[in-house]
């Protein structure tokens, strides 16, 4: 396959290392970028439907671009209602002639043979996923693809031991799964949500995100090389009018969604008196709590990873902060010298700490509630660091003297903007770190496995981390309490929204 012409521009523009610039704001590095030459891209992509490209109904196709250039990577299809039709059909028939008939033993093959190539083109879908979605290449290599070849290792287990994940029950399968996945872990969630829907015997219908698709297609490339029966799983590309039609097409019998919270309540309700089944994974506030015994430089560490990992486009983003008062001083000191040194730049330099925001909208969201803290009070703390002058870029920020009123405390901000409150005690704290619309998860510091326990308990959360923050194994299951949706995806737990008894 030829490749873009583009990528080569990208390539030649981040050696030059002058726009995009790997400086913070107490050492400099020099540039060490990724290399691109190996990577494979079309110009154009079509819908992946019955193991094979094809053009969209419409001949619409929309650009994908890279949020750190802005420029264009690749056009893609528009799937419009019919081209939704046909995928759906394509998995309502792979579903009743091959998959739900195939020995479960033959099903888990095909899952590893998935993982396996995923691990083999490694490289190739980092880099694809840094360019399509700005995330750092550190990430996209040590954390997404990994993750995600991980997923399909793991659900490729289950797939011939369904009867001891129920016991004494005979799970089923549902049938054909259109699912829904968001911009902020494009393969990842792909991942997590293919994998557990083909172990246990269903056919897929799967829309990424129209601001990052490519790692997607590539995924169709691979499920191709790997001769799944076609249909199996269908991958079609488009916005939010495309994802409607999936969801209230009569033949999809199940929708698993990650995104904002606003369209998983329109899900919901277009789902109303169905019988299809759903799972939502919607959005976080989450509370990262410093107890005064906590270990203050992890905690630190721990805090920085919480809320700017991935720009914080992370849906369990440390991003509301808890500060014992006898160590506030001592914790915010240590925190605006840990932000000094990190690197916001081009997110395919490996230095690089915080890579470019996913969308000139997204950006433009973060920009709204930077203003709105000002005005509701909150004093505002950034560092100087340089941003490249091109592309969708923010500097870390944190929010101090903020209140529990506060919009920017109360809702989701999906960037590295961190707001900070104290506590003195600990019923203080699990009252205020509770008072939000969402679930997802929480942080815990401190020294005492007793408080720990405590807090886990108490936090009304899915996920509650101690003395560390964002890690994710497939082994373990994750999903929100509240507004944060429910059902679970990942671990034993993430079978169930995939079959019935
Ligand atoms: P979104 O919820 O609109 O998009 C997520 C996915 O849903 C995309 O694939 C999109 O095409 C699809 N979609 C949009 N409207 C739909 C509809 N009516 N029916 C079916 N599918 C539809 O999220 P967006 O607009 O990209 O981001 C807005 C905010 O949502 C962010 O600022 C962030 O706060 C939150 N968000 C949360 C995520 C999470 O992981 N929980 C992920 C992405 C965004
Ligand atoms: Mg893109």
Redesign the pocket.
Known sequence: MAKTTQIKKDIEKSNGAVKITTKSTQWNYSPSLESTDHIQLAKRYDLFINNQFVKPNSNKYFDTINPATEEKIAEIAEADEKDVDKAVQSAKTAYEKYWKKLHPRERGKYIYRIARMIQERSRELAVIETIDGGKPIRESRDIDIPLAANHFFYYAGWADKLQFAFLNRTPEPIGVAGQ?????FPLLMAAWKIAPALACGNTVVL????TTPLTALKLAEIIRDCDLPPGVVNIITG??KT??AL?KHPNVNKIAF???T??GK??QKAIAGTNKKLTL????KSANIIFDDAPINEAVEGIINGIFFNQGHV?CAGSRLFIQESVYDEVIRKLKHRMKSLIVGNPLDKNTDIGAINSKQ?LE?IHYYLDLGVKEGASIYQTDCALPSKGYFCAPTLFLETSQSHRIVQE?I?GPVLTIQTFRTVEEVIEKANNTPYGLAAGVWTDKGSKIFNMTSKMRSGVVWANTYNKFDATSPFGGYKESGFGREGGLHGLLPYVKF
């Open positions: 829904i996945i968001p911009w902020n829309k990424p995100a129209e916005a939010g994802g409607a969801v990650t995104g904002s606003e369209v329109i899900i994974e919607l959005g976080g849906c997204q969201k989701e999906f």
